[in-house]
């Protein structure tokens, strides 16, 4: 059973900074991506950014030029540095990781940007 354990989510003002982590466990397959959507309340879950295992990188136009997601394959981790956090971003953040046959989610981490 894969586990996906999101975390580093909280309270800031706009124009800070938060990283988010999120480590994967319980599955000894590899990874071919990792990355993160979000979800706003009363709207749908909206793609953030993506990595794949060779660090091919994918973002929304929204957070282009102020999120940077990294990956570290050996640790099945993945990483969002959001900088420049607007009020717009916040949601509850989560993980996903997509294996060969399967894509698992995790739980979630809440981002709330005050203004």
């Known amino acids: 059973q894969v586990q996906l354990v999101e975390s580093g989510g909280g309270l800031v003002q706009a124009g800070e900074s938060l990283r988010l982590s999120c480590a994967a466990s319980g599955s000894s397959s590899s990874i071919n991506v990792m990355g993160w959507y979000r979800q706003a309340p009363g709207k749908q879950r909206e793609f953030v950014a993506s990595?794949?295992?060779?660090?091919?990188?994918n973002y929304a136009d929204s957070v282009k030029g102020r999120f940077t997601i990294s990956i570290d394959n050996a640790k099945k981790m993945v990483y969002l540095q959001m900088n420049s956090l607007k009020p717009e971003d916040t949601a509850v953040y989560y993980c996903?990781?997509?294996?060969?046959?399967?894509?698992?989610w995790g739980q979630g981490t809440q981002v709330t940007v005050s203004s």
């Open positions: 996903y990781a997509r294996f060969a046959v399967f894509t698992s």
């Open positions: 990595i794949s295992s060779s660090s091919n990188t």
